[in-house]
């Protein structure tokens, strides 16, 4: 095989690896409107509350992000595959009760998988608008997990990856930390098969914690206790 035809083999290798990370950055919108219609559906909410609980919880996370870099439009809005496909998830969960345990378990494969793809393309954009390691891991964990928490404030709960859970920001941090680390290692040539290996790592974690029940540790109370004073008692 000639230089040229192995040339053209890792290009075809690497676009179709773009074209890969794409559908999985859809299929995880979709995941999280689901997931957001599930509660929407417990809290009695009409059409437009599925819309717009489902818009915020598939699209806020890319959307903060993209306002937080301040390098145009964000691509949920330039981009009407985004919109289109979690208005017409928000659709079909409100029209269909989405429940089951095949249903609960193909939603949380996705979920996983989505979470590591977001915390890796979050991790390379700010990378590719000249950040740092430190603000990639950010934006990264941002990505996968902001549409979560935009979902809880609009319900009034407590944003689930703020503790009482398995693993779920942390699994995002790791996948950007393979991006990151990648960036150091590798040519910018494979960002495509960088973020599926992040995906594969951060989805991996997620699903693990989740089987196996890993969480952080809560904060402990370290105050000093008080020391007992012993009195002798001088008798008469």
Not at 16 to 30: M, N, P
Not at 55 to 83: E, N
Not at 144 to 155: C, I, N, S, Y
């Amino acid at each position: 095989m000639t230089p040229l035809a192995l040339a053209e083999g890792a290009a075809d290798v690497v676009t179709a690896s773009t074209e890969v990370v794409r559908v999985l950055d859809l299929l995880g919108v979709a995941a999280n409107v689901l997931l957001a219609a599930v509660l929407a559906r417990e809290k009695r909410f009409d059409l437009i509350g599925f819309l717009v609980l489902g818009v915020a919880a598939g699209l806020g996370g890319g959307m903060i992000r993209d306002t937080l870099l301040q390098r145009g439009t964000p691509v949920a809005l330039t981009d009407l595959s985004y919109l289109s496909v979690a208005l017409a998830t928000a659709v079909v969960a409100y029209l269909v009760r989405v429940e089951g345990r095949w249903w609960t378990r193909g939603i949380r494969v996705l979920d996983a998988v989505a979470l590591g793809t977001w915390g890796a393309v979050g991790a390379q954009k700010a990378i590719a608008a000249g950040l740092h390691w430190l603000p990639a891991l950010l934006l990264g964990t941002i990505t996968a997990v902001g549409g979560g928490m935009v979902r809880d404030v609009l319900l009034h709960r407590t944003p689930i990856v703020f503790g009482g859970n398995t693993l779920y920001a942390t699994c995002a941090t790791a996948a950007a930390g393979v991006v990151v680390l990648a960036d150091w290692l590798t040519s910018s040539e494979y960002q495509g098969l960088t973020t599926l290996l992040a995906a594969g790592v951060g989805g991996t974690l997620c699903l693990l914690s989740y089987r196996r029940g890993w969480r952080l540790p809560e904060a402990r109370d370290w105050r000093p206790r008080p020391r007992t004073v012993r009195r002798r008692v001088v008798e008469p």
